[in-house]
């Protein structure tokens, strides 16, 4: 369930435990433990977008379907605001990580 998503800047999806892995990583690279500390009680507190040393992360709604957090809306397939080309990509994706459920 983790992606780089698009936007106006690049933001790493993923569920809390995912991001919460991937601070982890920080730690190798030299960032400031307070720093990472901070971010890693925003993931816990239930924030949903956190910043960590110029990097994103959007944490996915853990009661939304595979189809919903892919789509960003709980419409799933059925949101309004999808192109033609996100929507094949969106499939694309659900695809991925309903294979990779199995």
């Known amino acids: 369930m983790n992606e780089q998503i698009e ?13 919460l892995e991937r601070l982890d990583v920080f730690r ?8 990472i500390n901070a971010a890693v009680r925003q993931v816990k507190a239930g924030h949903s977008h956190i910043e960590c040393a110029g990097e994103r ?5 853990p009661d939304w379907s595979i189809v919903q957090d892919v789509y960003g809306c709980d419409k799933g ?3 309004l605001d999808v ?6 990509g969106f ?10 459920a199995r």
């Open 57 to 61: 992360f959007d944490v996915a709604a």
């Open 77 to 79: 397939r059925d949101c």
């Open 28 to 35: 190798l690279r030299g960032v400031h433990p307070e720093t």
């Open 91 to 100: 499939e694309a994706i659900i695809r991925a990580r309903t294979n990779a």
């Open 7 to 19: 936007g106006a800047s690049m933001a790493f999806r993923g569920s809390e435990r995912q991001i």
């Open 83 to 88: 192109s033609k080309g996100q929507h094949e």
